[in-house]
């Protein structure tokens, strides 16, 4: 989400929890891929052979550190090996291997997804984090390797003076944001990051690199546009249309416990009264009772700002926040700002990134989208009251809702906003949170309804298909059953052709 969580379980009193790293059985793993008994093995020699990197496997030193992805709550997984790939002609030997053996297979670029489906039990992993190179062409375009993780792509931009929407988090990998849409601090200015995709290279089922367009398998490219991640193929790079770097200014108001009700009223009939320029996020930090804070970040300088925040102050009864900052950014800064790097050195931001010192969280979050202002914001708030949780209310609309529902994968283009529920947690409290999480979504369900954001994924999910792809659902299966019809790119919630 577009706020550094780590520092805002902290402000919550939820650091500990955050923080506290483990190993966990986490959800199924099992990949419908059922091999049978007359399948081949799968040629792992072979394939270390033609791969210009690493083929690391369970019996070498680097496995336990190589399977490794964001969330320590999957430490133990046990991918049959993780293909450190170099070049495009890597990816597609990993695919064709992994084809002619029916074996499991699943990419990994930033090795966030919320419930692990980059590395799954006993799969191949397609591990593209090499592949990061960020080039910048004298007509504002991007071609962005898929292992590229978000500090790589802001930080690279910014030193040719451009930008791109994206999310907030560092480590976040732009593959994956990008499949599932891609929200972040500049989406109502500039559009959800698969807006500004021109065209991308994805190794398909067959083995075949196929670089899709708008004018190029458009079914496919449709699809590559808020489809998720891991399903129809690998990417291997993405080429964006960015925009010059923006003058920025951020800000955080804090609001006592107890005034969530009136600062959530307040804020969602103020935000879709502002202008694109103005993004913001309404925070419900649970508690009892919950409090609330307003982030956001403005195209501007502060003196567009200050009046905007005048209104959000008079929509929520001139309620005085108990801590309110206003600064100004350039783009990186302000994207710096977000990761939670302010305080940092381009260095030492980047190595949040990777690396034994990555900093990594135990966590399980679901998602609901909020189509319209509620009526009684007061009733979504009693869902978190005594919840150790962070409810994120991330507006969307500007840009992402002049985009038809049909025209990407992506389908909740009129939504007021997405709302995440995340907690921090541990091993020993992991069953636990998730059952206090799927209550609350659950809840939340009768007050906001039934959808869900593809990049948040759950696995308990209830009538997950439907909540993340809505009406572009029967599209994207026709896509799948196209490019993949022996359903080669599968897990627990790929899109099927059935
Ligand atoms: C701390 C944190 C902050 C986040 N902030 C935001 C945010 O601000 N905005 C937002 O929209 N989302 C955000 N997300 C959600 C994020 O967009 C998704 O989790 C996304 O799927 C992560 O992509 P990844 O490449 O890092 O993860 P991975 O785990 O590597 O991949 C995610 C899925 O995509 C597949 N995949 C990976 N690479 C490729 C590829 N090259 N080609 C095809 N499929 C691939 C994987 O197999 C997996 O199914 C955040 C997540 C976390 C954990």
Not at 465 to 493: E, G, H, I, K, W
Request: aromatic share 8%; charged share 15%; hydrophobic share 40%.
């Amino acid at each position: 989400m577009p706020i550094n969580r780590r520092a805002f379980l902290h402000a919550a009193g939820l650091g500990a929890a955050a923080a506290t790293l483990g190993g966990c059985s986490g959800p199924q793993t099992t990949s419908p891929l059922q091999r049978g008994t007359s399948d081949p093995p799968v040629d792992f020699a072979g394939l270390a052979r033609k791969l210009s990197g690493p083929l690391i496997t369970p019996d070498q030193p680097g496995y336990h550190l190589a399977r490794r992805s964001f969330n320590p709550l999957f430490d133990n997984r046990t991918p049959a090996a993780i293909a450190q790939c170099r070049r495009i002609e890597d990816v597609q030997a990993c695919v064709s291997t992994a084809a002619a053996a029916r074996a499991p297979i699943a990419a990994r670029s930033g090795g966030h997804s919320y419930p692990g489906y980059s590395t799954p039990d006993g799969a191949l992993i397609v591990d593209l984090s090499a592949m990061s190179s960020v080039e910048v062409n004298a007509n504002g375009t991007a071609v962005i390797g898929g292992g590229a993780r978000l500090i790589d792509v802001y930080t690279s931009l910014a030193g040719a003076g451009r930008c791109l929407p994206a999310g907030s988090c560092p480590s976040v990998g732009i593959a994956g944001l990008t499949l599932g849409g891609g929200i972040g601090v500049l989406s109502r200015k500039y559009g959800l990051t698969c807006d500004r995709l021109l065209s991308a290279t994805v190794v398909t089922a067959d083995g075949t690199a196929r670089t899709v367009s708008a004018s190029a398998q458009p079914d496919l490219f449709w699809a590559l546009r808020g489809g998720g991640g891991g399903n129809f193929g690998i990417v291997t790079s993405f080429t964006f249309d960015t925009v010059p770097a923006p003058q920025l200014t951020v800000f955080q108001l804090d609001f006592p416990a107890g005034s969530v009700p009136d600062v959530l009223g307040g804020w969602q009939q103020w935000i879709i009264n502002m202008p694109d320029e103005l993004w913001s996020k309404c925070n419900i930090i649970g508690g009892s009772p919950p409090s609330g804070t307003v982030i956001g970040c403005y195209v501007g300088p502060a003196t567009g700002l200050n009046p905007l925040l005048a209104d959000l102050t008079f929509r929520i009864g001139n309620l005085q926040p108990t801590l309110r900052t206003v600064a100004e950014h350039d783009c990186l800064n302000a994207m710096r700002y977000f990761a939670g790097c302010s305080d940092k050195s381009t260095t030492e931001c980047h190595d949040q990134a990777s690396g034994p010192q990555w900093n990594r969280e135990a966590f399980v979050a679901t998602s609901r989208i909020v189509t319209e202002p509620v009526t009684d914001p007061g009733q979504i708030v009693s869902v978190f009251d005594g919840r150790r949780v962070i409810a994120m209310v991330d507006g969307l609309r500007g840009a992402v809702g002049r985009v038809r529902s049909a025209d990407t994968a992506f389908p909740h283009r009129g939504a007021l906003a997405t709302m995440q529920i995340y907690l921090g947690t541990s091993l020993a409290e992991r069953a636990a949170a998730a059952s206090s999480m799927a209550q609350m979504r659950d809840q939340l369900t009768g007050i906001v309804g039934g959808g869900a954001y593809v990049n948040y994924l759950d696995a308990g999910m209830p009538n997950w298909a439907q909540a993340y792809y809505a009406d572009n659902l029967t599209r994207l299966r026709q896509v799948a059953q196209r490019y993949d019809p022996d359903r080669l790119f599968t897990f627990p919630q790929a899109i099927t052709s059935g």
